[in-house]
């Protein structure tokens, strides 16, 4: 079992910048793929961003591209999503997930692993 804990949420002005942690206890997470996803009011679940087992290789959602940066520290068992330049549609509650295996993946439903989340309110 892994159990995700987000951190680093609240609310930001458009434009700034803001950084998610998600802890992660239980198993070391050197072999998990660990995602980021984020639900908006109304909204499904969006794919955010994925960071491979060994940090080498990510892969990003289309609306996030050049804005949000993913990284892990297995050392210290610990994803982060730094988000630069946010705006309002930004505003969600962001999720941290994780998965057994190699293969970046964009579908929740395979994620095993999952936190309570991070609200993130972006004000215009």
């Known amino acids: 079992q892994v159990q995700l804990v987000e951190s680093g949420g609240g609310l930001v002005q458009a434009g700034g910048s803001l950084r998610l942690s998600c802890a992660a206890s239980g198993r070391t997470i050197s072999a998990y793929v660990m995602g980021w996803f984020r639900q908006a009011p109304g909204k499904e679940r969006e794919f955010v961003a994925a960071?491979?087992?060994?940090?080498?290789?990510?892969t990003y959602g289309d609306s996030v591209k050049g804005q949000f940066t993913i990284s892990r520290d297995n050392g210290r068992n610990m994803v982060y999503l730094q988000m630069n330049n946010v705006n309002p549609e930004d505003t969600a509650v962001f999720y941290c997930a994780a998965r057994l295996g190699v293969v970046l993946t964009r579908v929740s439903r395979e994620y095993n692993y999952w936190g309570q989340g991070t609200q993130v309110t972006v004000s215009s």
């Open positions: 960071i491979s087992g060994s940090g080498t290789s990510t």
